[in-house]
Structures are given as structure tokens and as C-alpha cells.
Nanobody
Framework: VQLVESGGGLVQAGGSLRLSCAAS????????MGWYRQAPGKQRELVAV???????DYADSVKGRFTISIDNGKNTMYLQMNSLKPDDTAVYYC????????????WGQGTQVTVSS
């Protein structure tokens, strides 16, 4: 099973971006998926998470601005990011907990999001 991310880029403050993360591979079930981010010189932090049942949770810094969603039929997760701020600049990583023969945690390759002031 692998994760492929897309949708990063450069945007001005106040703008929007949508990130996608598609899971593909042999037979598996998604337990939960999430987005993490890592800014230069900082630790990786959780941005948002969603379970296969649709329960979501967000970091306080993005509540009201970011929306996480999942299309179970396409095994694809999205992160709609609105009202972006320069502090949102980071590499965003997709994360998934999946069950195949066992529970496995997967990471995407990361996608750069840069918000200019």
C-alpha cells in the first residue's frame, strides 16, 4: 500500500489550496487518515485526522479554516485549506493507518505548501 499526495504550491495569504492523498495497493482497509506538517526547524505536528467513520479532529491553529474529508470509494483524503497564513508554510505529509494482514502506519512523500505575506 502506498500514499501519493498532490496539491501543494505557492499561494498568497488569505488564499486557498486543496491537498489530496490517494491510497493504493493490494487489498486493505483504511482505519484512519490524517495530515501532518513540518516547518523548517520545527517538529512535525498533527494538522487534522479523520477516521473511516468520518470522525474528525483538528489542531487548534487550523480549526475553522481547514476541512478534512475522505472519499472511501476512492480511498482518497482531502484537506481543504482556506484563509491561509504565512505560519501555515510547511511540508505537509499524508498519514494513514491501514489494515491488510496487520495494522500498518504509512506516510506520503510530503508536499510543500508556501504562503506568502
Amino acid at each position: 500500500v502506498q500514499l501519493v499526495e498532490s496539491g501543494g504550491g505557492l499561494v498568497q495569504a488569505g488564499g486557498s489550496l486543496r491537498l489530496s492523498c490517494a491510497a493504493s495497493g493490494s487489498t486493505f482497509s483504511i482505519l484512519s487518515m490524517g495530515w501532518y506538517r513540518q516547518a523548517p526547524g520545527k517538529q512535525r505536528e498533527l494538522v487534522a485526522v479523520i477516521t473511516n467513520g468520518g470522525i474528525t479532529d483538528y489542531a487548534d491553529s487550523v480549526k475553522g479554516r481547514f476541512t478534512i474529508s475522505i472519499d472511501n470509494g476512492k480511498n482518497t483524503m482531502y484537506l481543504q485549506m482556506n484563509s491561509l497564513k504565512p505560519d501555515d508554510t510547511a511540508v505537509y505529509y499524508c498519514n494513514a493507518r491501514v489494515y491488510s494482514s496487520m495494522v500498518t502506519t504509512l506516510w506520503g512523500q510530503g508536499t510543500q505548501v508556501t504562503v506568502s505575506s
